[in-house]
């Protein structure tokens, strides 16, 4: 869909934080979505918080997982993602590099994640089970859905995706500070 994101991740007190904006286009209306992620220092999700609109519906969307990876949406027990352990923007690139980061594969290696998953635009949340295989330096078979859903991602040095085939590409990425 025709749209732009702008993200920064940055290193926080305990982990990290990624923010960031997209403004898109989804049914002929304009969305705006900011998010705002915050991760312990093994790049597990604590909270995701998005809000913003999708042409005229407000946007609001409140994830926090805990120690033993229970999850809250929008402050309600959420017990069908108990064991997620990302975040997945349905929406954006930028949280591939969560699983990424955290597994820190070798090449050849392969591991399976569940993640609790954003889905846009109706912006609910379920869990959806994926598979990361590195297959070199800069490149990762991201797979869901079974393996229905296949996509090779290039990835920059600090593991954000700078090009998910049919979907994204980055236009410009900042090296210092962790800005994409």
């Not at 407000?58 to 993602?81: C, E, F, G, K, Q």
């Not at 590195?134 to 090009?163: C, H, K, M, P, Q």
């Amino acid at each position: 869909m025709p749209g732009h994101e702008a993200a920064a991740l940055m290193p926080a007190v305990d982990g990290w934080r990624i923010s960031g904006s997209a403004v898109l286009t989804h049914d002929a209306q304009p969305c705006r979505l900011d998010y705002v992620i915050v991760c312990d220092r093994q790049w597990r999700t604590i909270r995701c918080d998005i809000e913003g609109f999708l042409g005229t519906r407000d946007a609001r969307v409140a994830l926090a997982r805990d120690a033993r990876s229970r999850w809250t949406v929008n402050h309600a027990a959420m017990p069908t993602l108990h064991g997620c352990v990302d975040v997945d923007l349905g929406f954006s690139p930028v949280t591939n590099l969560l699983p990424i980061r955290r597994l820190a594969l070798d090449e050849g290696g392969s591991a399976s994640v569940r993640a609790a998953w954003v889905r846009f635009p109706e912006l609910t949340v379920e869990v959806l089970e994926q598979v990361y295989t590195r297959r070199s330096a800069d490149r990762y078979l991201y797979e869901s859905g079974n393996g229905a859903f296949r996509r090779e991602l290039t990835i920059d040095e600090s593991g954000l995706v700078v090009e998910y085939p049919g979907l994204w590409i980055a236009e410009s990425v900042v090296r210092e500070g962790g800005s994409a």
